[in-house]
């Protein structure tokens, strides 16, 4: 059972045990907290036995978004995302490509917010509008255009039409957009979550071009990847 079906078998538990009232924030952090929690020991997964910050990429990253015009409100909000998540996981990574990785991330979860998304015109940036402005659509797209520097093209190609899946998964749940759907089935709803998920960005963030130049090397480990 992959961590979405596990997620749905604690909701449905729960569901039975409680008044079919809205959870209480409590209540949610907990259940979050279960399901990932028995999601980590189906994986086998192992805590590391030490963290350490890797200043070189958060002094990088902060260079990299001085000056921006949301510079302040992304850094106290979503850098701290894209550092953890890199830090914790692409450490193999060159800095250059740990930067773009850090970067990808805190757009990205700048973005997953309904007030910062329902203001940005994703539309536009879809047909290719707003891609030289200086807002988050505009730093997006040229986080995007730069993102060959580090990985390879089946990579590159991963990472691009993951972000575009993302953006074209959100028009469909927003309601406020002509295009949403309401899931009438289980399958669509599992449609929209696998296109919400962006996760087949973040398996190409594993092979770098220039540890990996040769894509058939790896290729053949994207399903087991997808599994996690």
Same mark, same amino acid.
């Given at each position: ?16 045990t !409680?008044?079919?009232?809205? $959870?209480? @924030? ?5 259940l ?8 980590l !020991?189906r994986?086998?997964? @192992? %805590?590391?036995?030490s963290y ?6 958060a002094e990088?990253?902060k260079?990299?978004t ?5 510079? @302040? ?5 979503? &850098? ?18 740990? &930067?773009a &990785?850090?970067?990808? @991330?805190?757009l990205?979860?700048?973005?997953d917010? $309904? ?29 995007l255009?730069?993102i060959?520097?580090?990985? %390879? ?11 575009m ?8 749940t927003?309601p406020c957009? $002509?295009?949403? &759907?309401? $899931?009438s ?6 449609y ?14 594993i ?5 990996? %130049? ?7 480990a994207? %399903?087991?990847v997808?599994?996690?």
């Open positions: 059972m992959n961590f979405l079906g596990m997620a749905d078998t604690a909701i449905g538990m729960a569901s039975h !409680q008044d079919l009232t809205a $959870p209480t @924030t409590e209540e949610t952090l907990r979050v907290r279960d399901t990932v929690g028995c999601y !020991q994986m086998s997964f @192992t %805590p590391l036995a350490s910050r890797d200043m070189e990429l990088r990253v260079a990299a001085a000056g921006w015009d949301f510079e @302040t409100d992304i850094r106290l909000k979503h &850098v701290v995302t894209g550092l953890t998540l890199t830090e914790a996981a692409y450490s193999h990574l060159d800095i250059d490509a740990r &930067v &990785v850090a970067i990808y @991330t805190s990205n979860t700048a973005c917010d $309904p007030k910062v998304l329902n203001n940005l015109r994703v539309r536009d940036f879809l047909n290719g509008s707003y891609h030289d402005e200086d807002g988050l659509l505009g730093h997006i797209a040229r986080s255009a730069g060959h520097h580090h990985f %390879p093209p089946f990579g590159t190609s991963m990472i691009i039409t993951g972000m899946r993302w953006f074209a998964a959100e028009i469909l927003d957009d $002509p295009l949403f &759907v309401k $899931p089935n289980r399958p669509f709803a599992d929209q979550r696998s296109m919400s998920g962006n996760g087949e960005g973040y398996a190409a963030f092979w770098q071009k220039s540890q990996f %130049p040769d894509e058939r090397v790896w290729i053949n994207l %399903p087991y997808h599994r996690i």
